[in-house]
């Protein structure tokens, strides 16, 4: 069993549109979240939970107190899952619309959205992940978000998630489900009871 996750949780992460988001989605559910700037090496990998469990070792390492940290990437399927956790490189490259033009050049639109959070304490570790699949899709369209979110379709909707308020977005979109999946393994291991 792990020890009681303290009520405010500590977000290590630089992007202010993830803290906000992170912020929205921990509160929606009773969760206090604080935040930690700090500079993490990336390791560069196309194996998301090795990016992640090396951003949390240095992070600890760093800060010495429980801590989440966040890795999100986007797998295109006309790429067999590239660029996954390195489509930040690729969207300071192309942009958006550059990732999406990628897609549609080859004929095959759909694309995953995944996050991946871990909470350590330096001893234990909790894994949670979120994914939407979707089409990229041009023009992009709507000026909410961030990153890639003009140009992501979520499977069963017209609109992107630039286009969607932040309610819809935070209850379909991958880190909401990550978010949502970290705070109910968290309740869980502290409570002694397991979760799937």
């Known amino acids: 069993m792990l020890p009681a996750a303290p009520p405010a949780l500590l977000f290590v992460t630089g992007n202010r549109s993830k803290l906000a988001e992170a912020r929205r989605l921990a509160g929606a559910a009773?969760?206090?979240?604080e935040a930690v700037e700090?500079?993490?090496?990336?390791?560069?990998?196309?194996?998301?939970?090795?990016?992640?469990r090396a951003k949390a070792r240095h992070a600890w390492e760093s800060v010495q107190r429980p801590l989440v940290v966040e890795e999100t990437g986007l797998e295109l399927a006309a790429m067999n899952g590239f660029p996954g956790p390195l489509v930040k490189w690729m969207l300071e490259a192309v942009g958006a619309a550059g990732i999406a033009r990628t897609a549609l050049a080859s004929g095959e639109p759909r694309a995953k959205a995944v996050c991946l959070l871990l909470w350590t304490?330096?001893?234990?570790?909790?894994?949670?992940?979120?994914?939407?699949?979707?089409?990229?899709?041009?023009?992009?369209r709507g000026a909410n978000g961030f990153g890639w979110d003009p140009?992501?379709?979520?499977?069963?909707?017209?609109?992107?998630?630039?286009?969607?308020?932040?309610?819809?977005?935070?209850r379909i979109g991958h880190r909401g489900r990550a978010w949502r999946d970290l705070l109910g393994r968290l309740r869980a291991a502290a409570s002694g009871t397991t979760t799937g």
């Not at 009773?30 to 979240?33: D, P």
Request: no cysteine.
């Open 38 to 52: 700090l500079d993490l090496p990336e390791i560069q990998s196309l194996d998301m939970e090795e990016v992640l």
């Open 121 to 140: 304490d330096g001893r234990h570790t909790v894994l949670a992940r979120g994914e939407t699949s979707g089409d990229l899709v041009l023009p992009p």
């Open 30 to 33: 009773g969760q206090a979240l």
């Open 151 to 170: 140009v992501f379709q979520p499977a069963g909707d017209t609109r992107t998630y630039g286009e969607l308020p932040d309610e819809e977005k935070d």
